[in-house]
């Protein structure tokens, strides 16, 4: 059986923050939303569903990420409203940030995260700047924070939100999908330590809004393509190793290996949970190379905290079973980085 501490049940966001919100958005305002870079499911599910609602409460809303969401992930609805800041040859970001009244940051608690998009935000010193996150240690750079690193997913917060704002007869059948999608996706299909019984009464409202949620599981798990199924079972037959008496696992793709198996942006998503299936593990990372950086993907059970781990080794930081951050040395050495962060981390006890 599991304890749970009564206000994680129960959970509710501070009336303090639901009134200042409110009256934030009194009358109809221009607002940005911003999400992080490679954004996933719940980027990208809280973004539209946050837009959604704002819009149809009269206020004129852009929703932009620094760059594309991976394929899977066309199928949500709205996509078609968000703008790119990579892609923006229009200059439409720049000009959507300048004249915003509020900027909303979803799923994201720092500004690292946005890459090059961080400096244009700061041209804009008038808007409120809102935090809606379920990180650790967010920045304090905010007006209002809704930062709730207990809650499993940004888009359940949004949905918590909506329904404490707004009642949850105002969420529509698109807004459900976009909520589930972050929901269903940041618990590891409703799998991880962070659900709690008050996840499944959310999932219950959208559920009863007529999403298809087989079909929704089949868009997010079995969309990919080829490469992508040719290139995990490459990763894990070749390129896996095992070490620390087996409760380590890392593997590594560097951008030629990437370019034989056709890669496209998403493809070696949840790569890094594979190795967790096995018994005794503990840890699991993946390095993947892109052109002037590597990625560092980390995940962990129990009380391992990878979240410590990415910022102190990695540039990184996340959650406690879910981290990334970035190395800027050649593979062979992040890789070699890798073990001995791993030796000292272990030798004061954390692994
Ligand atoms: P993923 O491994 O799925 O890319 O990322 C897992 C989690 O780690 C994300 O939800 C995010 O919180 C965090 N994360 C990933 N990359 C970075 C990074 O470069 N910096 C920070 N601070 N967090 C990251
Ligand atoms: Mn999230």
């Not at 999932?203 to 992508?228: C, M, Q």
Request: glycine residues 6%; hydrophobic residues 40%.
């Amino acid at each position: 059986m599991r304890n749970f501490r009564l206000n994680i049940v129960f959970m509710q966001i501070a009336n303090s923050k639901i009134e200042e919100l409110k009256s934030m958005l009194q009358t109809p305002k221009n607002i940005v939303i911003l999400s992080h870079t490679n954004p996933d499911g719940d980027a990208i599910g809280s973004s539209l569903a946050w837009a959604e609602i704002l819009k149809n409460g009269g206020h004129n809303v852009t929703p932009i990420v620094p760059n594309k969401y991976p394929y899977y992930l066309d199928f949500m609805p709205n996509t078609s409203s968000i703008l790119f800041y990579k892609d923006d040859k229009e200059g439409r970001v720049k000009s959507a940030l300048k004249s915003a009244d509020i900027i909303f940051c979803l799923d994201f608690h720092t500004m690292t995260r946005l890459d090059g998009l961080g400096d244009i935000i700061d041209e804009n010193q008038h808007a409120k700047r809102v935090l809606i996150d379920h990180h650790l240690d967010p920045n304090e750079d905010f007006d209002l924070m809704i930062s709730y690193p207990e809650a499993s997913s940004t888009c359940y917060l949004v949905a918590l939100l909506i329904e404490s704002m707004f009642g949850a007869e105002t969420i529509t059948a698109s807004m459900a999908e976009n909520l589930f999608v972050g929901m269903m996706t940041d618990t590891g299909n409703f799998a991880f330590s962070t659900i709690t019984p008050d996840v499944f009464r959310v999932v219950s409202i959208l559920a009863s809004k007529g999403i298809d949620i087989p079909a929704i599981h089949n868009h997010v798990y079995n969309s990919f393509t080829e490469g992508r199924a040719r290139l995990f079972g490459y990763v894990i037959n070749r390129k896996m190793k095992i070490f620390h008496n087996g409760t380590v696992a890392c593997m590594s793709l560097t951008s030629d290996e990437l370019k034989r198996f056709w890669f496209q942006q998403g493809d070696s998503e949840g790569f890094v949970n594979y190795p967790l299936t096995i018994k005794k593990m503990k840890m699991s990372a993946i390095f993947t190379e892109h052109t002037d950086h590597i990625r560092v993907s980390l995940r962990s059970r129990g009380n391992i905290d990878v979240n410590v781990f990415a910022q102190r080794y990695f540039n990184g930081g996340g959650h406690k079973n879910a981290a990334g951050g970035k190395s800027f040395m050649s593979m062979e050495d992040t890789l070699k980085h890798f073990e001995a962060s791993v030796k000292e981390y272990s030798r004061e006890g954390n692994i």
